[in-house]
């Protein structure tokens, strides 16, 4: 089925498919050519350091932090938006919007991982238009970290303890029960879930330096076989 456009001014709303792509295919060439041009019509260089920054503002937030929103739009939001508002694109049904309209709950609707893989291929492409980092730019002269780990209050180093919980969530916006559910109020449920002990991190950082300096420590977590 063909998506339609979304316009709903009470929510200031008004997005469709075309300006997604639209928008889509103006940083995608911005990436290509390495420019992006501002509101006020001026070159804005996406250099290797800087680059990445530029794309997040135009691609994450919009707003007065992008370059120029009016031209790039704010494809990321609005495309949840678009997708979150298609069973009421135009309000007739006074249907509140679905789980990809909210941050808090669009990771229960399968298409958010499609579309976040959509939003990561963008920075994937200008990724790709970079030259290799050098060895200099990888390492750190005179900075070592020795030793990384996590403590749990009361356990051997790095041990992680998970155990099961109950929470309570209101589901009245995911769940249509009646007429009265759909148009406000709560509707709560209880259910178990996994959850963890709080633990530390634990990295020691050398400087053999002459001076002190500041950084950033990125930590990703992922599962391991």
């Known amino acids: 089925t063909r998506m339609m456009a ?3 001014p009470i929510e200031n709303l008004v997005v469709s ?3 997604i792509r639209q928008w889509n295919d103006r940083i995608a060439e911005a ?11 001026e070159r804005l260089v996406l250099t290797e350091e800087r680059g990445i920054d530029i794309l997040g503002d135009i ?9 120029n929103e009016r031209f790039y739009g704010n ?3 609005l495309g949840h938006s678009l997708i979150g508002f298609a069973h009421d694109p135009e309000n007739r049904h006074r249907e509140s919007s679905g789980v990809m309209a909210d941050p808090g709950t669009s990771m229960r609707d399968p298409v958010f991982y499609r579309w976040h893989k959509f939003v990561d291929d963008i920075f994937t492409r200008y990724k790709v238009s970079l030259q290799p980092y050098t060895q200099e730019q990888l390492s750190w002269q005179g900075i070592q970290v020795t030793s990384v780990g996590v403590q749990t209050p009361n356990e051997r180093p790095n041990i992680l303890v998970t155990h099961w919980t109950q929470s ?6 995911g769940f249509d029960f009646g007429r009265n559910a759909a148009t406000g109020g709560a509707i709560w449920v209880r259910f178990t879930h996994l959850n963890h002990r709080r633990f530390t991190y634990q990295i020691n950082v050398t400087n053999s330096g ?3 300096v500041s ?3 990125r930590i990703f977590m992922a599962p391991r076989n």
């Open 6 to 8: 979304i316009n709903r």
């Open 17 to 19: 498919p075309n300006q």
């Open 31 to 41: 990436i290509d050519t390495g420019i992006i041009m501002t509101s006020t019509n």
């Open 59 to 67: 691609v994450e937030n919009g707003g007065a932090v992008a370059p």
């Open 75 to 77: 494809m990321h939001i």
């Open 168 to 173: 309570d969530a209101d589901v009245g916006r």
């Open 210 to 212: 002459q001076q002190a």
């Open 215 to 217: 950084g950033t420590v």
